[in-house]
Structures are given as C-alpha cells and as structure tokens.
C-alpha cells in the first residue's frame, strides 16, 4: 500500500521543478544592452582586423603578374621562333665525316638511303600505309591546326601518373627534325615546335606535311622514309606494289625504335618487333574514332596469325642499293659509340657536320672483309654455292684498346645484324675465363705443372675437359666465387637462366652467350699483365668550328688507358698466356691452325655441344683478335651445319699472319715480379710388356725403361672379362706378377688389357701412366698338380697366408671375379679406391707415354 503514495510524491516533485524552470527569464531576451552592444562591436572589429591584414591591391598584383610575366616570356620566346618554317621543307644535309687513325677521309657518316614519294601515287597503291601512321602518330590530325592540345593536356597527365604520353603531332615533329635546329630538352625548343607547327600547316596544309613526314622518318642507321624502307625489308616498290596488312602494320611499327624493333635482327628484336606490329594491327588499323577503321577485326585477326615476313636478300633486287662498299660493320659500330659516349644521334651525324676521327686501320679492316668474303668454310659446296655458314672477326690493339677491324660476315648491310656485336655462345673458349684464371688466381702456388688428378694444369687446359673443369668450377672456385670473377674481372654478365648450370656456364652452352667484341675484350687481359682495356673506336670529335666534343660523363677513356683497372694478379695473366701459348703450339691439338711463323700466338677454341658455331679467341704481343664461325639464322631457323674449332683457328691464323706482318714484337715478355713456374722432377716414360715362366700361371709385367728410384712404385690394374680395372699389385719395376690371371694353358695367343701407373711419394710429380693390350704366348703343358683352375682376381689383400686354407665352396667363391668399383677408362672419370690397405692413386685422365 506504500507504494502508490511514493509515486505520487515523485510526480509532485517534477511538476514543480518544471514550474520553476517556466518561470525563468529567457537569457537572450535579458541580456542588457551594453552587453550586445559589447558583442556586436567584438564582430566589428574581428572584420577590421582581417580587413588590416588582407590589401585587396596587393592580393590581385600576386596573381597578376606571374600571368603577366609569363605572358611577356611567352612573346619573348615566340619572338625567336626561326622564321624558316615557311620553307620548302626538304632540309639540305651537312653530314659529318669519318677519319681514320691518321687522319684521313674515309667517308661520309649520316648520310641516308632516301627515295621521296608523292603522297598522290602512295593513296593510288597503299593507301593504308598513310591512314595507318596517322592513327598511331597522330590520331586528331585531320582536326587540328598543327597543335593537338588535347593530345598536350592528355600527354602532361599521363607523364604526371607515370604513364609515357606522346602529345607531339605529326607537324611537331617534322617541325622539330626537318625545320629546327637544336634537339635540347627545352621550353624554348617547345615553343618552336608549337609555333613552326602551325606556321607548316598554314604554308603547306595537311597534305604537304603529311608526305614530307612519310619521306623522312627514320628506319634506321641508312634508312630514311617509306619507301626506302619498303624496300628495304619487304622488296616492294611502294608505287607499284601493295603492301599486305601485316606489312603496312610493321613499316608502321619500326620507327618507334627502328634498334628495338629490328624485323632483320635477333631473336627478342623479331619478337618485339611482332608484338608492336600485332598491336597496331588489333588496336589502331580497327579504331574508328576520329578517322574510319582501316581494317576489320576478322582482317586484323587473320593478319595476327602470320608470322613477320621479310624479304629473303637473295631474293630481294632492292638490297645492292643499301650496301656500303666497304667498312659497314665497323661504321654502325662507330654510331652505337657515339650515341653512347657523346650523346650523337643519327639527326645530329646527318645535319651538324661533326668531324670524328676513329681507331680504325683501314688496310686491316679491309684484309678481314676480303678474307671473310673469300674463305671456304666447311658445308660450302664445292661449285661455291653458300651453305648457312657465316663468320665475324674482329681486332684490337691490346696495348690501347682501339678496336682496328670488324666483319660482320660475307655480306653486311647496313640495318641488318651486325654480327661482329651480336651475343652468341661462346662454348670452351670462355674456360679460361670462367674457371683456369679463377683457378690460378684463388690457388697461389697453382702452376702449369700442377697435378689435377693425375693431370698437369696445362694439359687439363688443352683437353677442354667439361667434366674436370665444372669439378674445378664447383669444388675448388665454387659457383658464387666464379660466377663474380667472371663479371668483375672480365666484364661478361650472365642471364639469369645460365645460373641454373654451372655446367652451362663452364662449357659456354649460355641462354645468350658474348659477342666477338666482349670475348677479345675480355682476353685482352692476358697479354696486358691482368689489366682490362677497354675497346672502343672514337678518337676525336669536334663539331662544325673546331670545337672538341667532350664525352658524357662517366664515358671518358684515357689515350693508351695508363690508368686501366689491374683486376688479375701479373703472375696469373703470364701463367695463363703459357698454358694458352702451348694450346696453339701443340701439333696434335685443334688450335694449332692458329700459329704464325715467326710469332708467339696464345689462344683457345670453342665449340657449342651442338657443334653450329665455332671460336678462337686469341692475341699475339700486339694484338687481340677473336673469330667465330657460325650457322646464320634464316627464315626463322638455325642451320645445322656441323663446325668444328680446328678450322676457325685455321681461318685466325691465316687472317692474323696478314695482320702483325708489320709488328716489331714477336714473343711475349714475362712481367719483371713474376718467377718462371718450375718444373717439377719428372718420371721418367717406360713401355711394359708380360711373360710367363715355364708352365706357371703367373703373368710377369715387365717394366721397359722407366725410374727404378726407390721413391718409386708401380701400380699394376687388369681389365677384367667386365670391363672393370682390378688391382692386382703394388711395387717396385722388377717385382712385378699377376698370380691370378684367368690364364688359358690351351691358348696361343690370350690378351689381356693392363694399366701400369707408376707414382712418386712426391705427391707434386705427375704420374706416369701406361696402358696396353698384350699377349701372352701359349705356356709348356702344365704338370698333373697343377690342373686345378686358377681364379681370375687376388684373394682379399687384407688376409694373412694362415686364413688362405678354405673349403671348396669357399674356394669357388674366390674363382668368381670381384667386382670392382672404378669408372673404368672414360676420359675425365673419377676411379674409386678399390678394397685393400693400400689407398691407389685416382687418375683423372690415361694417357700413353711419349717419347
């Protein structure tokens, strides 16, 4: 009952807390006047206050007169746009000139191939090719009045996300090639362009811009506009022949980069090239917006599926007009450089008049392009039709590092394959390199004469043994190590894909391999007492007044490079010019085409394991010269004419005795802080033969010749019914007996196969080894006691005469032949320790004695 009284109570208590509250003044109506005047005058002056800090004048002056002041720049720099705009626009050249070594003219550089057309007769016959270049250089160009700022603004905002934007019409361009001077980077040269843009379209229209455009985009090095370039690459006469679309599509592409998009280069230039010619044939020739779609979808799919298809040269009439008369490879390697070092484009060679004195010996280079054009390689029919085999040489003077020569093969022309720079695999020439330098130069007290298994370091190097040099590669440098030394020291990067084999690496199989250039590079720090000379062809280069033209920097090389990086010990780089010295001079090995009468000649073959290219990479005292022979790619494929190393060295040895007929050294000099490696005492060679006394089984191995010297012993191996080696004894030369030859008493003439190594207790004297096949002569009739069978293999070396008393079982046991590990007798093998106390040498190689 208490409860309803409680409520009641609290409902009291809120009734009148809200009658107090209705009773109260409203604070807004009782506030006095002073205090809203007190608050209206706070207002007043925060507004004078912001009004004291902020000058309307001086605030419209801020934004004004950078517009103004760029608007007086503006005028300025259109004010000294040239006022040649309105001239014919076919440009006369001033094209630089090439000298030689001692200063005299060889010929013109930047001059191009270039055959004008009417834009008329190319709309009669290939109208496709003009409306294609529109679409993809310049898509608004039938709209604007030589300036696309939409395409500008387009352009700025992609540059701003990362994107590369083009945003140069086609007018702009012919403005800033055929009509402009300077190529710098520059809101001035903008300006031109933007202003001689539209000065080009008010003087020539559209029409006229257009074919100049046509007549003088670049190609490549020689190869100036469309129809230079039709001819070029496809063989057609653009007047007279239509293009396919798949070729409209890649006269198109090519310009982009006409190095990166090479339809006549290697492999990744061809398939760039095809991938931005599909491009243009899905994207751009079916694109209807602003201008009609040239093709259909069906005919771009059609076209896609096609491979790049090039005019074959011995079918192409139009090629003899590309070809230079004589230096082209070495030229096109001359504008590499100046593009690379000086900053020199094609455009600039053509139009500024440089003078550029280079490296070149002309006699030489010229001896090399006649050699090549008259050498009869193997797989050349004998009626002297071709087969797929081409060649490059090149050589330099190992003492400054001036490039003299380079051939690119039979017939070079200009835009094609430069193969004097083009990567291939470089098979067993890169050992040296790769793995006997390392070996020398992580090995101090490593020599010519060192043991490598039973084998001498030096004829380790001659034999080119894949197996010993990866051991030598994994084991003794390891991979990491070796793989470093070879980009450090020589310069030679690998692909990512070659990481994946040492084997690869040590036997030259690479993804990409080195071109001739890199190779005589890198073995030019051989004769250099371990300093690598860096090879390049430009001398000099001045410009149109005299002025001396500077390299870029980091691109300056010193005249005889007196401060080229030491990056091999003196005392490696002599000992490696010994071994590769012997290399050529051995009669019986493949290198010894290499030889000069009259000159030392140090070098090393190469072979791919496929056997379709061939190298020798070699260097006399003066110069440094690689050769290599190889199956040209055509039609996409890759001949496979066998080569083989002998008779690319013969084709070195035969060019290079032309080439150092003048030079005053003869053999190489021996570095002052370098000892002669000294040969180590050396076994003296022996013959073997076997015997039998009387009627006793036992063979008796007779050692003819030979060291009896107590420090020596002789190691006696039978070839088993198996093909396996069996140790049969162990001693000195006249002790020697195989008591458990499997020998027939009833044959006349029974063979047997044995393997006599004779060893030092020096372990650094190499040891001897001879093997033969012999035979025994028919024994007397043996003795009734001695009719039990003999077994073929020596009981266990390790029982004494009291546990040889066995029972029959047992016995037969020991007449089964025990089998041995060894590898048995293939070359570059590793034979394993057979059972018994005494631990055999492991030979790597077996060879036969010499006299």
């Given amino acids: 009952m208490k409860k309803p009284k409680i409520l009641a109570t609290i409902k009291q208590v809120q009734t009148r807390k809200l009658a107090t509250h209705a009773s109260l003044p409203s604070r807004s ?33 801020l934004i004004c007169l950078p517009i103004l002041s760029g608007s007086i720049y503006l005028s300025y720099l259109i004010s000294k746009v040239p006022e040649n705009a309105n001239a014919e626009l076919q440009k006369p050249d001033s094209p630089s000139t090439l000298a030689d070594r001692n200063g005299n003219t060889i010929t013109k550089i930047g001059t191009q191939k270039i055959e004008p057309v009417k834009l008329d007769d190319l709309m009669k016959v290939n109208p496709k090719l003009p409306a294609t270049l529109i679409k993809v ?5 039938w709209k604007h009045d030589g300036v696309d700022f939409w395409g500008l603004t387009r352009a700025v905002f992609d540059n701003l996300k990362g994107r590369s934007g083009g945003g140069g019409t086609i007018p702009m361009q012919v403005a800033r090639n055929m009509v402009l001077d300077t190529k710098q980077k520059t809101l001035q040269r903008k300006v031109n362009e933007i202003v001689s843009a539209q000065k080009l379209i008010d003087t020539h229209k559209h029409e006229g811009v257009l074919e100049a455009y046509l007549n003088y985009i670049d190609f490549g090095p020689t190869i100036q506009g469309v129809q230079a370039a039709s001819k070029f690459y496809f063989g057609k006469d653009l007047i007279k022949t239509p293009l396919t679309d ?45 201008t009609p779609a040239v093709i259909s979808m069906k005919e771009a799919e059609i076209a896609t599926e096609k491979p790049l298809q090039i005019a074959k040269d011995e079918q192409n009439t139009f090629l003899n007009e590309f070809k230079i008369k004589s230096h082209g490879a070495y030229i096109d390697l001359v504008r590499t450089e100046l593009k690379e070092r000086y900053g020199i484009t094609k455009e600039d060679l053509r139009t500024n008049a440089y003078e550029i004195k280079i490296a070149i010996d002309p006699e ?172 390049y062809t430009i001398l000099e280069v001045k410009d149109n007044k005299q002025n001396k033209i500077e390299p870029l920097p980091n691109q300056e090389i010193e005249p005889n490079q007196s401060n080229a990086h030491q990056v091999l010990s003196t005392k490696t780089s002599y000992y490696m010019t010994r071994m590769l010295k012997g290399v050529v001079e051995n009669p019986k090995g493949p290198d010894k085409g290499a030889k000069i009468p009259g000159f030392e000649v140090a070098g090393k073959t190469g072979t791919t394991p496929n056997k379709r ?41 035969k060019i290079m005795a032309k080439v150092v007929k003048n030079s005053d ?4 000099e021996k570095p002052a802080d370098v000892p002669e490696p000294i040969a180590p005492m050396k076994l003296q060679n022996f013959d073997i033969s076997i015997s039998s006394e009387g009627t006793s089984r036992e063979i008796k191995i007779n050692i003819i010749g030979g060291s009896r010297d107590s420090n020596v012993t002789y190691r006696v191996e039978r070839v088993d019914s198996k093909g396996k080696y069996l140790l049969v004894t162990e001693g000195a030369a006249d002790s020697l007996k195989d008591t458990f ?106 060879t036969n004695p010499t006299n």
């Fill in 364 to 535: 030489i280079d010229k001896t090399i392009e006649n050699e090549i054009k008259n050498t009869h390689f193997e797989g050349d029919s004998k009626t002297g039709t071709s087969s797929d085999l081409n060649s490059s040489f090149m050589v330099m003077d190992r003492n400054t590092g001036h490039i003299l020569a380079l051939s690119s093969g039979k017939d070079y022309i200009p835009g094609g394959l430069n193969w004097g720079v083009t990567k291939q695999q470089p098979g067993s020439s890169i050992m040296p390199l790769a793995v006997y330098s390392p070996y020398l130069e992580f090995h101090k007290d490593t020599n010519e004469y060192t043991p490598v298994g039973t084998t001498p370091l030096a004829e380790v190097v001659a034999n080119s043994s894949g197996y010993v040099a990866t051991r030598l590669f994994e084991n003794e440098i390891t991979v990491n190590r070796g793989v470093k030394f070879l980009q450090d020291t020589f310069q030679l990067s690998l692909e990512k894909k070659d990481l994946e084999s040492p084997s690869a690496i040590v036997t030259g199989d690479l993804f990409k391999g080195y071109s001739p250039v890199q190779m005589a590079q890198a073995y030019s720090v051989f004769p250099n007492n371990g300093k690598l000379m860096k090879v």
């Fill in 613 to 653: 290219s061939g190298w020798f990479v070699g260097f006399t005292p003066d110069y440094v010269a690689s050769a290599v022979v190889f199956n040209e790619p055509k039609d996409g494929k890759q001949g496979d004419t066998k080569v083989t190393g002998d008779s690319v060295a013969e084709m070195w040895g």
């Fill in 665 to 668: 050294k003869h053999r190489f």
């Fill in 29 to 61: 109506k009782h506030l006095s006047r002073s205090k809203r005047k007190e608050k209206h005058s706070d207002g007043s002056r925060s507004k004078q206050k912001w009004k004291k800090y902020v000058n309307w004048k001086i605030l419209l002056a």
């Fill in 137 to 141: 250089e310049d898509q608004r160009f």
């Fill in 246 to 290: 798949e070729e409209v599509a890649l006269l198109v592409a090519i310009p982009n980069n006409p190095t990166r998009l090479n339809p006549k280069g290697n492999e990744e230039q061809k398939t760039n090239a095809k991938e931005r010619r599909d491009w243009i044939l899905q994207k751009k020739m079916t694109n209807s917006e602003d």
């Fill in 741 to 846: 030859a499997p020998v027939d008493p009833n044959s006349s003439n029974q063979k047997f196969t044995y393997k006599i190594i004779a060893k030092s207790k020096d372990t650094s004297v190499i040891p001897v080894v001879v093997e033969k096949e012999l035979t025994l002569q028919k024994l007397k009739a043996p003795s009734p006691e001695r009719e039990k069978k003999q077994p073929d293999s020596p009981p266990d070396q390790n029982t004494s005469k009291s546990d040889n008393k066995k029972t029959d079982s047992e016995d037969e046991d020991e007449n089964q032949e025990k089998p041995n590990p060894g590898n048995g007798h293939q070359e570059g093998s590793e034979e394993m320790e057979p059972t018994g106390p005494k631990k055999p040498i492991n030979p790597t190689h077996s």
